[in-house]
């Protein structure tokens, strides 16, 4: 629905009124199945629609447009396709209450369509220019690197090609004695082998780093200034509200949620995301550790609600705990470990994870995730309750009643059920960061509206909302953000947002 919404948007019609997509409603009843409409008509209707690859072909360069094929067939197809959608509502409606979705339906996906409809309207302005600069320091750095990983290996080769990149650091380097080899008995050089390869050989880490490289360019940096579209001279996402199983929002063509920001690399590309014009500003406000929150809220673990409330900082008091040392003795290291382990235990992480991501032994991994579990104890016992709670229904839910099935709980495959655990721990953590974010953003825009502000929301990545705002609003706009994103839910924990505003996205962040 909120395709049509956006293009009447562009002739000027705005659709006012309830709203109801049978897409996301069978979303909320079946998050794991596909939910578009020829899938529907079989599996409810048992009816075959007409399919669009019919009136326009297959996906390539020869498939038409809506514009090219003739009225007639086009009316017989689009009358279908709206008469079986009001099929489909009366059968999946009353699913919603067997599932006890209703509420999320109606009070957070649906009215959540136009706030969309109207950020993927307004767009984001891209610095292109700062874009083509950037590519060509790119360039030169991945030839620069291309020049020391052959020197590193003595001998010229192709750095793209597996083939050839697998007996030199196998055979020549001998950097792994129990090298994997793949099906068709190559050597297996994909990121998860090199990155527990990382310390045995500098040659490794450079060839990560050259694929980085080589992926920022082409997927981001080359690719963003031909998605400008030439009419509004921004880019323009899609947000899609029916593809995660956690009931966050994805962002595809082009995806603006998996920039990465960790390396200098990935924060140049933030910096090309501006303002409108020198008479705006970029506004960035982004939710604080909210999933740690979240988990102090659902599992009631007083030491991690204390700590919030008492606006500390949970990660020097976690490193303080395990430590057995005074806050104030804690070091920016142990810091450091604290986080990894907030943040790890969360989605589940084993001994064998943790002691990879901090480089420590299994032992010591173990021995810190015990104390973690002394220390908050009723962390451990949320998890546990969570995923028993998942044995016996089958789903876990979120605050506001989202669920996410998890049909592999009881399996006998123990991997398999592993995943399915970590999911009962995290899914109803990060549904409800979703649920929270999803809520906020609808109030935001319902206030933006009614005191006539010309702000708009632009992005949403995560935790973290994205405005372009006239100068002049900024300190009106900016306590609209803050009053509705804390407030969005009351979960017995205070929610804070970190708000700043620049030229750009990198400098706002």
Same mark, same amino acid.
């Given at each position: 629905?909120?395709? #049509?919404?956006?293009?009447?948007?562009?002739?000027?019609?705005?659709?006012?009124?309830?709203?109801?997509?049978?897409?996301?409603?069978?979303?909320?009843?079946?998050?794991?199945?596909?939910?578009?409409?020829?899938?529907?008509?079989?599996?409810?209707?048992?009816?075959?629609?007409?399919?669009? +690859?019919?009136?326009?072909?297959?996906?390539?360069?020869?498939?038409?447009?809506?514009?090219?094929?003739?009225?007639?067939?086009?009316?017989?197809?689009?009358? %279908?396709?709206?008469?079986?959608?009001?099929?489909?509502?009366?059968?999946?409606?009353?699913?919603?209450?067997?599932?006890?979705?209703?509420?999320?339906?109606?009070?957070? %996906?649906?009215?959540?369509?136009?706030?969309? !409809?109207?950020?993927?309207?307004?767009?984001?302005?891209?610095?292109?220019?700062?874009?083509?600069?950037?590519? %060509?320091?790119?360039?030169?750095?991945?030839?620069?690197?291309?020049?020391?990983?052959?020197?590193?290996?003595?001998?010229?080769?192709?750095?793209?090609?597996?083939?050839?990149?697998?007996?030199?650091?196998?055979?020549?380097?001998?950097?792994?004695?129990?090298?994997?080899?793949?099906?068709?008995?190559?050597?297996?050089?994909?990121?998860?082998?090199?990155?527990?390869?990382?310390?045995?050989?500098?040659?490794?880490?450079?060839?990560?780093?050259?694929?980085?490289?080589?992926?920022?360019?082409?997927?981001?940096?080359?690719?963003?200034?031909?998605?400008?579209?030439?009419?509004?001279?921004?880019?323009?996402?899609?947000?899609?509200?029916?593809?995660? !199983?956690?009931?966050?929002?994805?962002?595809?063509?082009?995806?603006?949620?998996?920039?990465?920001?960790?390396?200098?690399?990935?924060?140049?590309?933030?910096?090309?995301?501006?303002?409108?014009?020198?008479?705006?500003?970029?506004?960035?406000?982004?939710?604080?550790?909210?999933?740690?929150?979240?988990?102090?809220?659902?599992?009631?673990?007083?030491?991690?609600?204390? !700590?919030?409330?008492? &606006?500390?900082?949970?990660?020097?008091?976690?490193?303080?705990?395990?430590?057995?040392?005074?806050?104030?003795?804690?070091?920016?290291?142990?810091?450091?470990?604290?986080?990894?382990?907030?943040?790890?235990?969360?989605?589940?992480?084993?001994?064998?994870?943790?002691? +990879?991501?901090?480089?420590?032994?299994?032992?010591?991994?173990?021995?810190?995730?015990?104390?973690?579990?002394?220390?908050?104890?009723?962390?451990?016992?949320?998890?546990?309750?969570?995923?028993?709670?998942?044995?016996?229904?089958?789903?876990?839910?979120?605050?506001?009643?989202?669920?996410?099935?998890?049909? #592999?709980?009881?399996?006998?495959?123990?991997?398999?059920?592993?995943?399915?655990?970590?999911?009962?721990?995290?899914?109803?953590?990060?549904?409800?960061? !979703?649920?929270?974010?999803?809520?906020?953003?609808?109030?935001?825009?319902? +206030?933006?509206?009614?005191?006539?502000?010309?702000?708009?929301?632009?992005?949403?990545?995560?935790?973290?909302?994205?405005?372009?705002?006239?100068?002049?609003?900024?300190?009106?706009?900016?306590?609209?953000?803050?009053?509705?994103?804390?407030?969005?839910?009351?979960?017995?924990?205070?929610?804070?947002?970190?708000?700043?505003?620049?030229? &750009?996205?990198?400098?706002?962040?």
């Amino acid at each position: 629905m909120k395709y #049509d919404i956006l293009m009447l948007l562009h002739y000027g019609v705005e659709v006012r009124g309830p709203l109801y997509d049978t897409m996301v409603a069978h979303y909320l009843i079946q998050p794991e199945l596909r939910h578009n409409l020829d899938y529907l008509c079989e599996t409810y209707l048992k009816y075959r629609k007409v399919e669009t +690859e019919s009136l326009i072909g297959k996906k390539g360069k020869s498939q038409l447009t809506m514009w090219q094929v003739p009225v007639e067939q086009l009316k017989e197809y689009a009358c %279908e396709d709206a008469d079986l959608t009001l099929q489909l509502k009366h059968v999946i409606d009353p699913e919603l209450d067997r599932t006890g979705v209703r509420a999320v339906f109606s009070e957070i %996906e649906m009215p959540l369509i136009p706030v969309l !409809a109207d950020m993927e309207k307004a767009g984001v302005t891209l610095n292109t220019k700062e874009l083509d600069q950037y590519a %060509e320091v790119l360039r030169r750095q991945i030839i620069d690197l291309e020049k020391e990983i052959i020197a590193l290996a003595g001998e010229e080769f192709n750095l793209s090609s597996p083939k050839q990149l697998g007996p030199i650091l196998f055979e020549k380097l001998k950097i792994d004695s129990n090298a994997k080899t793949t099906k068709t008995k190559q050597y297996s050089t994909s990121e998860d082998v090199l990155i527990k390869l990382i310390h045995k050989h500098p040659i490794v880490a450079k060839i990560l780093e050259h694929r980085g490289l080589k992926k920022l360019l082409s997927t981001y940096v080359e690719a963003l200034p031909q998605l400008v579209n030439p009419v509004t001279g921004k880019v323009h996402t899609s947000f899609n509200q029916t593809i995660a !199983a956690t009931g966050r929002l994805s962002s595809t063509n082009p995806n603006l949620q998996n920039i990465p920001i960790r390396d200098e690399n990935g924060r140049e590309i933030r910096k090309a995301f501006t303002a409108s014009d020198v008479n705006h500003l970029f506004l960035s406000a982004d939710y604080s550790q909210i999933e740690l929150r979240i988990m102090a809220a659902l599992s009631k673990d007083k030491q991690m609600i204390g !700590a919030f409330r008492n &606006n500390q900082d949970i990660h020097a008091l976690t490193a303080s705990k395990i430590f057995a040392v005074p806050v104030d003795q804690v070091t920016s290291g142990m810091r450091r470990q604290a986080k990894t382990a907030n943040f790890g235990i969360i989605y589940g992480i084993s001994a064998f994870g943790l002691s +990879e991501r901090l480089n420590i032994s299994r032992s010591e991994a173990k021995a810190f995730i015990d104390g973690y579990f002394q220390n908050f104890s009723r962390v451990k016992a949320y998890m546990d309750e969570s995923i028993h709670l998942a044995r016996e229904k089958g789903y876990v839910e979120t605050i506001k009643g989202r669920r996410r099935y998890l049909s #592999d709980i009881n399996s006998a495959n123990a991997v398999v059920r592993g995943v399915a655990e970590r999911n009962a721990i995290n899914a109803p953590i990060q549904g409800s960061a !979703a649920d929270i974010i999803k809520l906020a953003m609808i109030s935001i825009h319902r +206030e933006l509206r009614r005191q006539g502000l010309r702000t708009q929301m632009i992005l949403q990545v995560h935790d973290e909302l994205n405005f372009n705002v006239p100068a002049e609003e900024l300190e009106q706009v900016k306590q609209i953000v803050r009053e509705e994103m804390e407030h969005a839910v009351d979960i017995g924990v205070p929610l804070t947002v970190d708000m700043n505003a620049a030229a &750009n996205w990198l400098e706002a962040h």
